[in-house]
């Protein structure tokens, strides 16, 4: 800490030179004509003696992360967003009070410069300044080793060092960029409007999750950050849109891992006179396109593993896998004892409270989840799970519901939407048994929302994707963190 003391004085000394020399050490507006990026792309390969004919001028500006210094001349490197550009600064090329904050220059001060490209003795591709304009002074030091920044704290908590630091972290948020972005022009295309719902709820609905509560002063009542927007978008189709679509931020009060982060993002959309098969073919063609776009290619690596994004995608039910997986009897799916029996031979912890359903929930999250490497849709789960979907024709027990896994955790839910107002109220009713009993992530219920079914609904199918766990695959990346600009953590000591 006194290094870091003694080093931000001696750069506070040197803005006041600069400020002496005539030179605002914060400067104003600055006119970029070119990018560092572009000039690498347009211009790199060509030779010295091509360079020396054409003459290219430029003016870019960015971060110094480089520096060396020898008699009258010195070499500086430039970072331009993920891009870095060399530029050589002369005395003699240079006007007095320029040269005169070259001298001043230390890591981590932003520049503008205008001058003409070649190569040097080396042969680098380099900028020759003629005009350097001082931009922003930068009290504080880069951090030690900060062109290999790899403590994991200081990278999520500083993301500006660590985009400073690491210009590979810039591809991996251009990459997010364009994948909400290729999202968005897909569903439109498609005939989707995108729309707006509420952000804070009176009633939080819409998942099984554990709300954020805030308190509105002026109306005197609780709200929810929403931990869903599902039940507004269906209202939307009750109101006579046939397609929506939200691309939003969610909240849900639960722990931070790799694959969770309370604050996160989700596409949900809906589409009138659809299933959930129809969103099966959506999600396939959606997700394998975007990869062909944005990676050229549908057979990607995650975390060492290959993956096949190339439709068409496994479809398994829901209790078949879990007996398959775990070689199990049919009849462990219909008794609470039998059930309990292989969670405990499967080494899972049974909590005495735990409901049939629960308890054969917890063996397909422990046993199947981990196992579905390549993309699956896991069909037909039980009405008891499944509060807002609706009964399969065939089967009551069931619904048309699928979920996505892809490299072991889940990105999609989808199902064909309850719009019975009678069996949506019943299940309503059911699960606020369950709050009633201690479930806090239980749904309550939504008289609003029940009202608006009343009104009719037409048969509808809908679907959430988790944005964050599409962009970790799609960027190899193992942490939900690390697609995150500014993932939650704890408080600094």
């Not at 999520?156 to 251009?174: E, G, K, M, T």
């Amino acid at each position: 800490m006194d290094e870091l003391n003694e080093q931000r004085q001696q750069r506070i000394k040197k803005l006041d030179q600069l400020r002496a020399g005539g030179v605002a050490p914060y400067g104003t507006r600055f006119e970029i004509k070119d990018r560092a990026g572009m000039l690498i792309k347009l211009h790199s390969e060509k030779s010295k003696e091509v360079l020396e004919e054409e003459k290219i001028s430029c003016t870019f500006a960015g971060r110094v992360v480089a520096l060396r210094r020898f008699g009258k001349a010195g070499f500086a490197v430039i970072q331009d967003g993920a891009d870095r550009l060399q530029v050589y600064l002369k005395k003699d090329l240079l006007t007095e009070q320029s040269y005169m904050v070259t001298e001043q220059l230390d890591l981590g001060d932003w520049i503008g410069v205008t001058g003409t490209l070649f190569r040097t003795k080396t042969n680098e591709f380099t900028v020759e300044v003629r005009e350097l304009t001082f931009l922003s002074k930068a009290l504080r030091p880069l951090p030690e080793k900060w062109h290999g920044l790899t403590d994991v704290e200081t990278r999520y908590r500083q993301r500006y060092v660590d985009l400073i630091a690491n210009p590979d972290v810039h591809s991996i948020f251009a990459t997010r960029s364009k994948i909400i972005a290729g999202i968005r022009s897909y569903l439109i295309e498609r005939g989707f409007l995108e729309v707006e719902t509420p952000m804070m709820h009176p009633i939080p609905g819409g998942a099984a999750a554990k709300p954020f509560v805030t308190h509105h002063n002026a109306l005197g009542i609780d709200l929810y950050l929403r931990i869903a927007p599902e039940l507004y978008l269906k209202r939307l189709i009750v109101g006579g849109f046939p397609r929506v679509f939200e691309i939003n931020r969610n909240f849900r009060n639960e722990g931070i891992s790799t694959i969770h982060n309370p604050e996160f993002t989700m596409l949900e959309f809906y589409v009138s006179y659809a299933d959930y098969q129809d969103l099966i073919v959506l999600t396939e063609d959606m997700v394998s396109s975007l990869a062909q776009q944005l990676l050229g290619k549908t057979v990607i690596e995650y975390q060492g593993k290959e993956i096949t994004l190339t439709p068409p995608w496994r479809r398994w039910s829901y209790h078949q896998s879990i007996l398959e997986v775990n070689k199990l009897d049919p009849s462990v799916l219909q008794d609470r004892d039998k059930a309990a029996a292989a969670a405990k031979s499967l080494g899972l912890q049974v909590d005495p409270k735990a409901t049939l359903f629960n308890i054969v929930n917890e063996i397909f999250e422990e046993t199947v989840e981990p196992n579905l490497i390549q993309p699956t849709f896991i069909t037909d789960y039980p009405i008891e799970i499944s509060p807002l979907a609706r009964r399969k024709d065939s089967n009551p027990a069931l619904t048309d519901r699928f979920e996505l896994y892809i490299a072991g955790r889940e990105i999609a839910n989808a199902f064909s939407e309850l719009n019975d107002p009678l069996d949506q109220r019943e299940r309503f009713e059911g699960q606020a048994a369950q709050r009633e009993a201690g479930d806090e992530e239980a749904h309550l219920v939504d008289e609003d929302f029940l009202r608006a079914l009343e009104y009719g609904m037409p048969p509808t199918a809908g679907e959430g994707i988790g944005i964050d766990r599409l962009i970790m695959l799609f960027t190899n990346q193992a942490s939900i963190r690390d697609v995150v600009l500014f993932p939650q953590l704890r408080p600094e000591k």
